[in-house]
């Protein structure tokens, strides 16, 4: 897939950290440390420009590292990128910790997966199909 970098810090590409893993890592790109004061939010830049195949997305998902250590998480999640999207992928963090925190450039802030979408076309109906399920829901199973 194409990938425009506009990142010079070491290891500007996203990546799998193993080889079964799930997402890939992606970095801040930063002149400069940015500081995320307590429940302030931002769109910390990437550097990173994808070429997505139609009938793709990328999700933006937060690290649980960050989260249960330092309080950061996407406040988007699961941020989505379109297919036609040409701009540089920018990840929402939020510091829902009540300590400043540090964003380093090259630091791993999110990460990154890949799915195939599924298009639909509506067909208005006057009646949907019955299921077992119905119309109960927000915790309807299991009770006696
Ligand atoms: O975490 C994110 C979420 C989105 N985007 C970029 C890629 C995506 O294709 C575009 C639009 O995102 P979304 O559809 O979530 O935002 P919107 O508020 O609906 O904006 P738009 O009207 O531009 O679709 O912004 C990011 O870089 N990071
Ligand atoms: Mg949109």
Request: charged share 20%; net charge neutral.
């Amino acid at each position: 897939m194409n990938v425009k970098i506009i990142n010079h810090s070491a290891n500007p590409l996203p990546a799998y950290a193993t080889s079964g893993s799930s997402g890939m890592d992606i970095r801040a790109n930063l002149s400069k440390t940015f500081i995320l004061l307590p429940m302030q939010r931002a769109a910390i830049p990437t550097g990173i420009f994808i070429e997505l195949p139609e009938g793709y997305e990328a999700q933006i998902r937060p690290r649980s590292g960050l989260a249960l250590k330092q309080g950061i998480t996407c406040l988007n999640t699961p941020g989505t990128i379109d297919a036609d999207y040409r701009g540089e992928i920018k990840v929402i963090l939020i510091n829902l910790s009540v300590e400043e925190q540090p964003i380093n450039n090259g630091d791993r802030i999110a990460q990154l997966i890949i799915q195939r979408v599924v298009s639909v076309e509506w067909e208005p109906s006057i009646e949907i199909n019955e299921t077992q399920r119905g119309a109960g829901g927000f915790g309807h199973t299991g009770r006696s």
